[in-house]
């Protein structure tokens, strides 16, 4: 398994990108994919939608954290 980077850690670019990894290992990996509701890109990106379109509070002000948050959310929502 891999060191688990948690979407609040995001910051910059970089972080951003090792977090984009991470959940693209987690498809890779079973045990760490069973947290995956929407596991293909439709439902990935349907989630995504619906959830930048509930919103439930104020965006984070750093826009990399902010868009960690969303594929963080897409995960799950449904």
Excluded: G
């Excluded at 891999?2 to 990108?17: G, K």
């Excluded at 991470?22 to 596991?39: F, H, I, T, V």
């Excluded at 959830?51 to 868009?67: L, Q």
């Amino acid at each position: 398994m891999f060191s688990a980077m948690e979407h609040d850690q995001v910051c910059d670019p970089a972080t951003f990108a090792q977090y984009v990894a991470q959940l693209r290992a987690e498809l890779s990996d079973r045990a760490a994919r069973e947290k995956w509701e929407n596991m293909d890109l439709s439902r990935f990106l349907e989630a995504m939608s619906a959830w930048a379109a509930s919103w439930p509070e104020a965006a984070n002000s750093n826009p990399w954290r902010h868009a960690a948050d969303i594929l963080t959310a897409a995960i799950v929502y449904e």
